[in-house]
């Protein structure tokens, strides 16, 4: 389990393209030629943890919790099964904020600027791997945890637009739209189209119609 020591905002930050050039770099502790892992090493925040192949599948969660390569926790092992289970040779765990917290109630209040700056600069590394990149809508209901969240997702989804990505999604949708978690999904779960837009779309009217007090600023 992983509860933050703090605020990102008291950080030193690895930038992207120095964990990018570290995680190139070989590594005592697993085989690079199977892994990217960005920093490369145990800390309060993960760009990018995943397999290296031709045709990955970017996976995207809310925020990282334990797991390194070599030492996956139950989300990533399901990650990994459904990439397998549909296709894809290899697979690329992302998420919507790069702080590392095993429960989304210790992700920290605010967003981090410069965390978010980094991440969408591994989230363009990510999408540039494939001239066709797929892209896995994971986040859960868990989106609406920090009013941060939203926005930083809206970025996703636009650098997604530039790159051309196809969205996907596995399991049942919430009752408020919001895409399914990977974990409790069955071993055989199907990836299916998902209009990510529209989705946007949606979850404005939702924020729209909800009474004043309960508004979640989307």
Not at 11 to 40: G, H
Not at 105 to 118: A, F, K, T, V, Y
Not at 176 to 182: I, K, M, S
């Amino acid at each position: 389990m992983h509860i933050p020591k703090g605020t990102t905002l008291d950080l030193e930050l690895v930038t992207f393209r120095q964990a990018l050039e570290a995680a190139n770099t070989p590594s005592k502790d697993y085989d690079i030629a199977k892994w990217l892992y960005a920093p490369n090493f145990y800390s309060e925040y993960r760009y990018i943890l995943g397999t290296r192949g031709q045709k990955p599948l970017i996976c995207i969660g809310i925020n990282p919790s334990t797991a390194r390569p070599g030492d996956l926790d139950p989300t990533l092992q399901s990650v990994e099964r459904v990439a397998r289970n549909n296709g894809f040779d290899s697979f690329i765990m992302f998420n919507v904020y790069a702080q590392r917290a095993t429960s989304p109630d210790d992700m920290e209040p605010e967003c981090n600027p410069e965390l978010h700056r980094e991440n969408m600069r591994a989230f363009a590394y990510a999408l540039s791997l494939n001239p066709r990149p797929v892209v896995w809508a994971a986040w859960g209901t868990i989106i609406e945890k920090r009013d941060y969240l939203w926005p930083c997702l809206e970025d996703m989804i636009a650098l997604g637009r530039e790159y051309g990505a196809r969205w996907v999604t596995c399991g049942r949708r919430s009752k408020a739209g919001h895409p399914h978690h990977p974990l409790y999904l069955r071993a055989d779960a199907q990836a299916e189209p998902f209009d990510v837009e529209e989705y946007v779309l949606a979850q404005q009217a939702r924020a729209a119609a909800a009474p004043r007090g309960r508004r979640k600023r989307v």
